[in-house]
């Protein structure tokens, strides 16, 4: 049965996405924020099908350590599920993401109008320069930055090296980070067919304050918390 509702969900992803991608293309003429408020209803529509025909539920956490103001999110990295979560649970937000994924037919043309700041992995310094670059910009547009500390996903229970450019922007730009941590590595493990029915907490750490912080005191404020909250979450 859980073979079969993972199948059933991932159809509906393979007919969903294509048409989706198409209407996101009719949004070009239209500001940034707004195309990512119609975009991101397709993140919502996936949330709402994983709990109709794979019984994943989730829970948020801290909902009221969201900041009113544009911020860099810093987020634990385990799964595709919170790809999907963050865009329902926080304000409109841009991606730091490999710019392989915006070559994707359909969901690589429909992502590449949400703004992302798509970087060349193996160029680090230019990708570096660029992520202050664009962060900056995409702040002050009104989007938050969202970014995977640890670059890539890691597997529930473990823990990858927590990489220091989101730091770096929050510190350079003197916004707030707000640390993300949650265990939807339990359900939905990294690169598996199968997901599994169960709840999936979120948990939302209070805002860090980042001026006068160095890059490294915030990478590792972040990482202590997040690493920490995570022993406190459902295993």
């Known amino acids: 049965m ?3 509702r993972s199948l059933i969900f991932l159809l509906l ?3 969903i996405t294509p048409i989706f991608s198409v209407l996101a293309l009719l949004t070009f003429p239209f500001s ?11 993140a919502k529509l996936m949330l709402h099908l994983l709990r109709l025909v794979c019984g994943i539920h989730h829970e948020v956490r ?9 911020c860099v999110v810093l987020c634990k990295h ?3 599920w919170e790809t999907l979560a963050l865009q329902k649970v926080f304000p409109p937000q841009v991606w730091v993401l490999k710019r392989e994924l915006l070559w994707i037919p359909f969901f690589g043309w429909a992502l590449a109008l949400t703004s992302p700041i798509a970087i060349k992995r193996s160029d680090g310094k230019g990708a570096m320069r660029q992520l202050l670059k664009q962060g900056k910009q995409r702040l002050a547009q009104g989007f938050c930055v969202v970014i995977f500390p ?11 090296k927590y990489k220091i450019g989101g730091a ?14 949650h265990n939807a590595g339990r359900l939905w493990r990294r690169n598996a067919f199968s997901k599994h029915p169960g709840l999936i907490t979120m948990s939302i750490g209070s805002p860090i304050e980042t001026m006068g912080l160095k890059a490294e005191e915030i990478n590792r404020r ?8 995570i022993q406190r979450l459902p295993h």
Do not use: H
């Open 222 to 229: 972040v990482e202590d918390w997040i690493e920490d909250e």
């Open 168 to 181: 770096m922007l929050a510190a350079s730009c003197s916004v707030p980070v707000v640390p993300v941590a």
């Open 13 to 15: 992803q393979l007919v």
């Open 32 to 42: 940034p924020l707004t195309r990512y408020n119609i975009i991101s209803l397709w």
């Open 2 to 4: 859980l073979e079969i």
């Open 150 to 160: 640890e670059g890539t996903r890691i597997p529930f229970g473990q823990r990858g």
């Open 62 to 70: 801290g909902i009221e350590n969201l900041p009113k103001e544009p």
């Open 78 to 80: 385990q799964s595709a």
